[in-house]
């Protein structure tokens, strides 16, 4: 690796003396602040992000997800030692990868972007892996090897580099169709044999089911040229459906070969089926006859059948990569290989034949070598080069299945402080946070993470860009909060967002917040300045205002002194008839002297006009008395106090009858006092 420091991107700077503050985002993601230590060079502000997913990425982040979630549950529940995992576990990783690799399948409908090709890549490297981690456990060693001829099949397009180098492009079977005499297309003979040397026998059938001479033979009559090119062709027909291979397995479809349950059974007809390959290529009559009316058809033909026997010329020749030529020897040459050794000895044989020209050549080459030993570090090692953090944060899931990847991956490193599997989901968080659609999947993988995943979650909470206009994240972020059960990390959640709407002027929106918390001092603060203009000249305004916001000041909870004033005046109401003095009078007592002592002559002004029925004349006693104590500054106490006599006595002779009687004797008490 180089010393050079990595470039991630260049921010403005103001020239000569200037300062650059920097501060953390969230996750890959740096806030510069270039602040200019001089009044004509302008200050700036730049953030930096790097590692962060292209769009194709976060869709297949999105679809993986939750599968990846599940399988964290099962795995966890099943509590695996680090021997290695349960049946159960296995089962449920196995589908996983499958079901991962369906959705990493690219549809081949338009031209492949950058991103497509890079998640089709992938894709190889992902069923790889899984091929040997998973899929060898599943049947026997012997078995696996036919199944690399599966997974070039799958993965043909990125393996090939682009559709149009793939072994059979749609673009090529749409023009054979169209061609009056396909055999004469510059294509159809390389291509033919290059899928018989993969074993892409249906293809094959189908491309030599085009051959003009098959036309012809049905409707020209007798024609010894037709006759003796149909005659090859047939040959090479029957024996392609002849074809042994192992059910289930390989790059066969449906029933165009002769399958067989197991190996063993495939390989001892296949000594039977490779003698008729031979006998046809001794039958010195059936050539002359065709070479001497279409040498073309012949010896092509004749090649094709070379590949079905196992000549190593005819087999090599039509293959363009070392995955095509590794796959190619083990179905015709060496398939009966049964160790991993020996298909690394011929891995590495097929790469000096063919040069890795491509980086995801050098990738696939390396991971399959570190397979072929059994070696998980080296292939993860391998992977982590070019690997998406999508993948480093997936892949290793796979190779802890392999009984060499179990105990490796698993162990705690100290350098790190926990294992390679949690290092690699935390770098994949960090790419998925500064995202505003994907930061709640970075707090999903965090929540599996069991060294750092809590303080990881706190500080992705922290910084999240709480907006009064953006309620829908702070719920998000207040769910996953519950989840965990964070109560506390909860409520900062919900205190950041009412300081978010109470910075932007949202006060409704800041009660409504923090009253879920019942947070009295900032709700104080939040109605403070409402309270001091409601109670001011411009109280019209005010009581406008808070009309607007009756739902979310009727919510708050009792302890706000600022709220008591707000709600004082609003019972008062506008005329003095509508007055709830009873209400204001079990306000005021909320409030301390000198808040009292601002709304009491608001208070006693409305009180001598209400409505007598609605009083109680334990209201208008508590007034009495708070004007005594407090009311020396109230402009002509003493008929305040002559009014709240009244009152006094207008409320008992608004009620029962027995208060009625003793109204007299309330109004003499009053005076004596």
Same mark, same amino acid.
């Given at each position: 690796?180089?010393?050079?420091?990595?470039?991630?991107?260049?921010?403005?700077?103001?020239?000569?003396?200037?300062?650059?503050?920097?501060?953390?985002?969230?996750?890959?993601?740096?806030?510069?602040?270039?602040?200019?230590?001089?009044?004509?060079?302008?200050?700036?502000?730049?953030?930096?992000?790097?590692?962060?997913?292209?769009?194709?990425?976060?869709?297949? +982040?999105?679809?993986?997800?939750?599968? !990846?979630?599940? @399988?964290? *549950?099962? /795995?966890?529940?099943?509590?695996? #030692?680090? %021997? $290695?995992?349960?049946?159960?576990?296995?089962?449920?990783?196995?589908?996983?990868?499958?079901?991962?690799?369906?959705?990493?399948?690219?549809?081949?409908?338009?031209?492949?972007?950058?991103?497509?090709?890079?998640?089709?890549?992938?894709?190889?490297?992902?069923?790889?892996?899984?091929?040997?981690?998973?899929?060898?456990? +599943?049947?026997?060693?012997?078995?696996? !090897?036919?199944? @690399?001829? *599966?997974? /070039?099949?799958?993965?043909?397009? #990125?393996? %090939? $580099?682009?559709?149009?180098?793939?072994?059979?492009?749609?673009?090529?079977?749409?023009?054979?169709?169209?061609?009056?005499?396909?055999?004469?297309?510059?294509?159809?003979?390389?291509?033919?044999?290059?899928?018989?040397?993969?074993?892409?026998?249906?293809?094959?059938?189908?491309?030599?089911?085009?051959?003009?001479?098959?036309?012809?033979?049905?409707?020209?009559?007798?024609?010894?040229?037709?006759?003796?090119?149909?005659?090859?062709?047939?040959?090479?027909?029957?024996?392609?459906?002849?074809?042994?291979?192992?059910?289930?397995?390989?790059?066969?479809?449906?029933?165009?070969?002769?399958?067989?349950?197991?190996?063993?059974?495939?390989?001892?007809?296949?000594?039977?089926?490779?003698?008729?390959?031979?006998?046809?290529?001794?039958?010195?009559?059936?050539?002359?006859?065709?070479?001497?009316?279409?040498?073309?058809?012949?010896?092509?033909?004749?090649?094709?059948?070379?590949?079905?026997?196992?000549?190593?010329?005819?087999?090599?020749?039509?293959?363009?990569?070392?995955?095509?030529?590794?796959?190619?020897?083990?179905?015709?040459?060496?398939?009966?290989?049964?160790?991993?050794?020996?298909?690394?000895?011929?891995?590495?044989?097929?790469?000096?034949?063919?040069?890795?020209?491509?980086?995801?050549?050098?990738?696939?080459?390396?991971?399959?070598?570190?397979?072929?030993?059994?070696?998980?570090?080296?292939?993860?090692?391998?992977?982590?080069?070019?690997?998406?953090?999508?993948?480093?944060?997936?892949?290793?899931?796979?190779?802890?299945?392999?009984?060499?990847?179990?105990?490796?991956?698993?162990?705690?490193?100290?350098?790190?402080?926990?294992?390679?599997?949690?290092?690699?989901?935390?770098?994949?968080?960090?790419?998925?946070?500064?995202?505003?659609?994907?930061?709640?999947?970075?707090?999903?993988?965090?929540?599996?993470?069991?060294?750092?995943?809590?303080?990881?979650?706190?500080?992705?909470?922290?910084?999240?860009?709480?907006?009064?206009?953006?309620?829908?994240?702070?719920?998000?972020?207040?769910?996953?909060?519950?989840?965990?059960?964070?109560?506390?990390?909860?409520?900062?959640?919900?205190?950041?967002?009412?300081?978010?709407?109470?910075?932007?002027?949202?006060?409704?929106?800041?009660?409504?917040?923090?009253?879920?918390?019942?947070?009295?001092?900032?709700?104080?603060?939040?109605?403070?300045?409402?309270?001091?203009?409601?109670?001011?000249?411009?109280?019209?305004?005010?009581?406008?205002?808070?009309?607007?916001?009756?739902?979310?000041?009727?919510?708050?909870?009792?302890?706000?002194?600022?709220?008591?004033?707000?709600?004082?005046?609003?019972?008062?109401?506008?005329?003095?008839?509508?007055?709830?003095?009873?209400?204001?009078?079990?306000?005021?007592?909320?409030?301390?002297?000198?808040?009292?002592?601002?709304?009491?002559?608001?208070?006693?002004?409305?009180?001598?006009?209400?409505?007598?029925?609605?009083?109680?004349?334990?209201?208008?006693?508590?007034?009495?008395?708070?004007?005594?104590?407090?009311?020396?500054?109230?402009?002509?106490?003493?008929?305040?106090?002559?009014?709240?006599?009244?009152?006094?006595?207008?409320?008992?002779?608004?009620?029962?009858?027995?208060?009625?009687?003793?109204?007299?004797?309330?109004?003499?008490?009053?005076?004596?006092?």
């Amino acid at each position: 690796m180089s010393d050079q420091p990595i470039v991630l991107a260049q921010v403005p700077s103001a020239p000569g003396a200037s300062r650059i503050n920097f501060s953390w985002g969230l996750g890959n993601e740096i806030f510069c602040c270039d602040i200019s230590s001089t009044e004509s060079e302008p200050s700036s502000s730049s953030c930096v992000q790097w590692g962060v997913l292209s769009a194709p990425q976060r869709r297949i +982040a999105y679809d993986t997800a939750g599968k !990846f979630l599940e @399988l964290q *549950r099962e /795995l966890h529940r099943s509590n695996t #030692s680090p %021997a $290695g995992r349960s049946q159960q576990e296995w089962t449920a990783t196995l589908a996983f990868s499958k079901a991962v690799s369906s959705i990493l399948e690219s549809t081949d409908d338009a031209e492949p972007t950058p991103e497509d090709i890079q998640a089709s890549q992938e894709r190889a490297l992902w069923d790889l892996i899984s091929l040997f981690a998973l899929d060898s456990q +599943a049947t026997t060693q012997d078995t696996l !090897f036919p199944d @690399l001829s *599966r997974w /070039l099949l799958s993965n043909a397009i #990125s393996l %090939a $580099g682009s559709p149009a180098a793939s072994p059979f492009p749609h673009k090529l079977a749409a023009s054979l169709q169209e061609t009056a005499i396909p055999e004469s297309h510059p294509e159809y003979w390389p291509t033919l044999k290059r899928l018989v040397a993969l074993g892409w026998i249906a293809d094959a059938l189908e491309i030599l089911g085009l051959h003009s001479a098959w036309l012809q033979w049905g409707s020209a009559g007798e024609n010894p040229e037709i006759d003796s090119q149909v005659a090859v062709l047939e040959a090479a027909t029957l024996l392609l459906r002849r074809m042994p291979s192992v059910r289930g397995r390989g790059a066969s479809k449906g029933s165009t070969t002769r399958e067989f349950d197991s190996l063993q059974e495939c390989l001892t007809y296949r000594t039977s089926w490779q003698q008729q390959c031979n006998a046809v290529l001794e039958d010195t009559a059936l050539w002359e006859q065709c070479e001497s009316n279409a040498s073309e058809t012949a010896e092509n033909v004749k090649n094709i059948i070379y590949i079905l026997s196992g000549n190593e010329t005819a087999v090599t020749v039509p293959t363009k990569t070392w995955a095509e030529l590794l796959v190619a020897k083990l179905l015709h040459i060496h398939p009966e290989l049964h160790s991993l050794a020996e298909l690394r000895q011929l891995l590495h044989d097929c790469i000096e034949e063919r040069a890795l020209s491509r980086e995801i050549d050098h990738l696939l080459a390396a991971v399959l070598d570190a397979c072929c030993e059994g070696d998980s570090q080296t292939a993860l090692r391998a992977c982590s080069v070019l690997a998406s953090d999508w993948l480093m944060a997936h892949v290793p899931t796979i190779l802890a299945s392999h009984p060499s990847g179990a105990s490796l991956l698993s162990r705690e490193l100290a350098h790190l402080g926990t294992n390679q599997i949690e290092f690699y989901a935390l770098e994949f968080a960090a790419a998925l946070a500064p995202h505003a659609t994907t930061w709640p999947l970075a707090a999903s993988y965090l929540s599996w993470c069991e060294a750092y995943g809590q303080c990881g979650f706190y500080a992705l909470v922290e910084r999240l860009p709480y907006d009064a206009s953006n309620p829908a994240l702070a719920l998000k972020a207040s769910e996953l909060c519950l989840e965990q059960d964070l109560e506390s990390l909860e409520a900062l959640v919900i205190r950041n967002q009412g300081a978010a709407c109470w910075q932007h002027g949202h006060l409704g929106g800041a009660l409504t917040w923090l009253t879920k918390i019942r947070d009295i001092e900032r709700i104080d603060e939040v109605i403070k300045p409402l309270a001091s203009e409601i109670w001011s000249s411009g109280a019209s305004t005010a009581l406008q205002t808070v009309k607007l916001m009756k739902e979310s000041i009727d919510a708050v909870p009792a302890g706000s002194t600022h709220h008591a004033m707000v709600q004082v005046k609003t019972l008062l109401g506008n005329t003095s008839n509508t007055s709830d003095i009873d209400g204001a009078v079990h306000l005021l007592k909320q409030l301390p002297q000198s808040q009292l002592e601002q709304c009491l002559g608001a208070v006693l002004t409305a009180a001598p006009t209400a409505d007598p029925s609605k009083v109680s004349s334990e209201a208008v006693m508590q007034l009495l008395e708070w004007l005594e104590s407090y009311g020396k500054d109230f402009g002509h106490q003493a008929v305040a106090r002559l009014a709240l006599v009244r009152l006094l006595v207008a409320t008992h002779a608004a009620g029962t009858p027995e208060k009625a009687r003793r109204a007299p004797e309330a109004a003499v008490a009053v005076a004596e006092r």
